[in-house]
């Protein structure tokens, strides 16, 4: 027994002996060569999810949003209400591969990228490390791409069933340059003012877009709605949705697709991934309770367009906050976001008596506002340790961590969006106006857009069709 | 021959339908209408924006009968569709001068 044990340990004495001489010569080989794959295997996994997240990102335009305006419009106008959403997913993504891509995230000044990634120049499958260091620079490229293509395609609920197909195009295009591209770089882009991540000097904290997609079209789709005026019959003809059953599909559809716009804003399959995601959850639940809760006190009973609403309202509010708030927060924003967006919907559009047909602003600009602010509030390093000092140490990140300075950058951050948005928009729409002209005429717009802008229409009735 | 034209509650439908066939009548038409008579419509509510609805759902069915017919199908359909209450609906009847049958151009309430 004694000497079996002897010969057990001289054996395991000669293994690891002989072991550490051969680690000793093919170390820096063998860890290289781990390191390599260690990265490839990240890489994967990232790019895998940042795939999908970009699928899901167009997914929301097409069909979600599509189908949740379609729904709101009436009958006639279904076709031209959709055809806007997807005219962005056709127009813009030719556009960011000429320049949009490059004035977005092209190193430039604070306020606009520069022109070196112009017909993607330089933009292939090595990452762009200051972006997303794991994935191919073309992944990032597409995925923010589909955030520049649902951006216009909000705006489109302000002027719906009223705007002429040309001018909408121009105008969606000169809007994507000359307001998208200016916020997208200074939030996201390298040395952009409000960059919180990449030293912006006012460091401004907008995870997945409340400032640079919601406010802005938001913000915009009011100044449209207010410039073009009110739709023919508006208020005193009632106008109700066609089919709050497409609404609900579409709805859906952006809540699900709201995962890849969120989530895949970490830009890898991240713990900060599952948090961002299930932050997004939280809130969109939230807010449809805190809508459908409202419209029963005020109107005697819980709608389905109220509930869809209440729950984009809730993501719209939780997209700036996602990737730095935990679940109990973003159930508060939330609530906050689903009532708020009712009040403006129901009591303020009312009382200011502007036609936002689709209330774009309502939810979007309102939302986003309020999202933005209140992720100054609730930010915690815990989710999200964004902030660093000089030597590496966590600094706090919201006003409840103590960071009050946190809510001061996020108004700027929002006014920055407010006052671009609006100006922007006012130049552009008179521009268009001039050269084109914005509206269609009262008796197109009376027959509907579906027959005059495209000579189709969404429900034939002919024997033919049947 | 008679047209019978009763506009019903959508709720009633099958009830009178059955009736009808019951008393011996072999065809029917029927329409999804809206309408008012007497009776209120209902608001609805979108965003918060109410919206008065006058014009309601109702069906509407049109019958040709030999006019031994007439009465027991009134009495079927006033049986079947009458809760008492607005909105029951009505039933008009109209003299018909001819009917065709497109198969064999047979005439007369042979048609029917």
Same mark, same amino acid.
């Given at each position: 027994?004694?000497?079996?044990?002897?010969?057990?340990?001289?054996?395991?004495?000669?293994?690891?002996?002989?072991?550490?001489?051969?680690?000793?010569?093919?170390?820096?080989?063998?860890?290289?060569?781990?390191?390599?794959?260690?990265?490839?295997?990240?890489?994967?996994?990232?790019?895998?999810?940042?795939?999908?997240?970009?699928?899901?990102?167009?997914?929301?335009?097409?069909?979600?949003?599509?189908?949740?305006?379609?729904?709101?419009?009436?009958?006639?106008?279904?076709?031209?209400?959709?055809?806007?959403?997807?005219?962005?997913?056709?127009?813009?993504?030719?556009?960011?591969?000429?320049?949009?891509?490059?004035?977005?995230?092209?190193?430039?000044?604070?306020?606009?990228?520069?022109?070196?990634?112009?017909?993607?120049?330089?933009?292939?499958?090595?990452?762009?490390?200051?972006?997303?260091?794991?994935?191919?620079?073309?992944?990032?490229?597409?995925?923010?791409?589909?955030?520049?293509?649902?951006?216009?395609?909000?705006?489109?609920?302000?002027?719906?069933?009223?705007?002429?197909?040309?001018?909408?195009?121009?105008?969606?295009?000169?809007?994507?340059?000359?307001?998208?591209?200016?916020?997208?770089?200074?939030?996201?882009?390298?040395?952009?003012?409000?960059?919180?991540?990449?030293?912006?000097?006012?460091?401004?904290?907008?995870?997945?877009?409340?400032?640079?997609?919601?406010?802005?079209?938001?913000?915009?789709?009011?100044?449209?709605?207010?410039?073009?005026?009110?739709?023919?019959?508006?208020?005193?003809?009632?106008?109700?949705?066609?089919?709050?059953?497409?609404?609900?599909?579409?709805?859906?559809?952006?809540?699900?697709?709201?995962?890849?716009?969120?989530?895949?804003?970490?830009?890898?399959?991240?713990?900060?991934?599952?948090?961002?995601?299930?932050?997004?959850?939280?809130?969109?639940?939230?807010?449809?309770?805190?809508?459908?809760?409202?419209?029963?006190?005020?109107?005697?009973?819980?709608?389905?367009?109220?509930?869809?609403?209440?729950?984009?309202?809730?993501?719209?509010?939780?997209?700036?906050?996602?990737?730095?708030?935990?679940?109990?927060?973003?159930?508060?924003?939330?609530?906050?976001?689903?009532?708020?967006?009712?009040?403006?919907?129901?009591?303020?559009?009312?009382?200011?008596?502007?036609?936002?047909?689709?209330?774009?602003?309502?939810?979007?600009?309102?939302?986003?506002?309020?999202?933005?602010?209140?992720?100054?509030?609730?930010?915690?390093?815990?989710?999200?340790?964004?902030?660093?000092?000089?030597?590496?140490?966590?600094?706090?990140?919201?006003?409840?961590?103590?960071?009050?300075?946190?809510?001061?950058?996020?108004?700027?951050?929002?006014?920055?969006?407010?006052?671009?948005?609006?100006?922007?928009?006012?130049?552009?729409?008179?521009?268009?106006?001039?050269?084109?002209?914005?509206?269609?005429?009262?008796?197109?717009?009376?027959?509907?857009?579906?027959?005059?802008?495209?000579?189709?229409?969404?429900?034939?009735?002919?024997?033919?069709?049947? | 021959?008679?047209?019978?034209?009763?506009?019903?509650?959508?709720?009633?439908? %099958?009830? *009178?339908?059955? $009736?009808?066939?019951? =008393?011996?009548?072999?065809?029917? &038409?029927?329409?999804?209408?809206? #309408?008012?008579?007497?009776?209120?419509?209902?608001?609805?509510?979108?965003?918060?924006?109410?919206?008065?609805?006058?014009?309601?759902?109702?069906?509407?069915?049109?019958?040709?009968?030999?006019? %031994?017919? *007439?009465?027991? $199908?009134?009495?079927? =359909?006033?049986?079947?569709?009458? &809760?008492?209450?607005?909105?029951? #609906?009505?039933?008009?009847?109209?003299?018909?001068?001819?009917?065709?049958?497109?198969?064999?151009?047979?005439?007369?309430?042979?048609?029917?």
């Amino acid at each position: 027994m004694r000497r079996r044990g002897f010969f057990a340990f001289l054996l395991l004495g000669i293994c690891v002996s002989s072991s550490a001489i051969w680690a000793q010569t093919a170390a820096p080989d063998r860890i290289a060569r781990l390191e390599q794959q260690v990265t490839a295997a990240q890489s994967s996994a990232d790019n895998a999810w940042m795939l999908v997240s970009s699928a899901l990102v167009l997914l929301m335009t097409g069909p979600g949003l599509a189908l949740f305006y379609g729904g709101l419009v009436r009958k006639k106008n279904v076709l031209a209400t959709m055809i806007q959403s997807f005219a962005m997913m056709a127009i813009i993504t030719v556009l960011w591969g000429v320049v949009g891509y490059s004035l977005c995230f092209g190193s430039g000044t604070s306020f606009i990228g520069g022109l070196e990634h112009i017909f993607l120049r330089g933009v292939g499958s090595a990452p762009e490390a200051s972006y997303a260091a794991t994935i191919p620079q073309q992944t990032f490229m597409v995925y923010q791409l589909m955030f520049a293509i649902i951006t216009p395609a909000l705006i489109t609920g302000a002027f719906a069933e009223r705007m002429k197909f040309s001018a909408m195009a121009v105008f969606l295009v000169l809007w994507s340059l000359i307001v998208y591209a200016p916020m997208a770089h200074m939030v996201w882009g390298k040395g952009g003012l409000l960059n919180a991540a990449l030293g912006g000097r006012i460091p401004t904290l907008d995870f997945a877009g409340g400032t640079v997609v919601h406010v802005t079209s938001g913000v915009s789709a009011l100044v449209c709605a207010l410039y073009l005026g009110k739709r023919v019959g508006y208020p005193h003809e009632p106008m109700p949705p066609h089919s709050v059953v497409l609404s609900f599909i579409g709805a859906c559809l952006l809540w699900v697709g709201w995962f890849g716009f969120n989530a895949g804003s970490a830009l890898a399959a991240s713990g900060l991934a599952t948090s961002a995601f299930v932050a997004t959850h939280f809130a969109a639940a939230a807010a449809a309770l805190s809508w459908s809760a409202a419209e029963w006190v005020h109107n005697g009973k819980p709608s389905m367009l109220g509930g869809i609403s209440g729950a984009v309202a809730g993501l719209v509010a939780i997209t700036p906050a996602a990737g730095f708030v935990t679940p109990m927060a973003a159930l508060i924003i939330g609530f906050i976001a689903g009532a708020f967006c009712f009040f403006m919907v129901a009591k303020v559009k009312a009382r200011l008596k502007y036609d936002d047909s689709l209330d774009a602003f309502g939810v979007h600009g309102a939302g986003g506002t309020i999202g933005a602010l209140l992720t100054g509030l609730f930010a915690t390093s815990a989710v999200n340790p964004i902030f660093r000092d000089s030597s590496g140490n966590v600094l706090p990140s919201g006003v409840f961590e103590g960071n009050f300075r946190q809510l001061f950058n996020q108004a700027i951050g929002v006014a920055i969006a407010w006052v671009l948005a609006i100006v922007g928009t006012l130049v552009i729409l008179k521009l268009v106006d001039a050269t084109i002209g914005l509206r269609v005429s009262e008796e197109q717009e009376i027959q509907g857009l579906d027959l005059t802008q495209h000579g189709e229409e969404g429900y034939a009735w002919e024997s033919s069709a049947i | 021959m008679t047209k019978l034209e009763a506009v019903i509650q959508p709720s009633k439908l %099958e009830a *009178v339908k059955e $009736a009808l066939i019951e =008393i011996g009548v072999d065809g029917m &038409t029927v329409l999804e209408v809206r #309408g008012h008579g007497r009776q209120k419509g209902h608001t609805e509510f979108y965003r918060g924006r109410e919206y008065t609805v006058d014009l309601l759902p109702k069906i509407k069915l049109e019958i040709v009968l030999n006019d %031994e017919l *007439v009465d027991k $199908a009134v009495q079927a =359909i006033i049986r079947t569709a009458q &809760t008492g209450k607005i909105g029951d #609906g009505k039933i008009f009847l109209t003299k018909i001068d001819e009917a065709i049958r497109i198969r064999n151009e047979e005439r007369g309430s042979s048609a029917i």
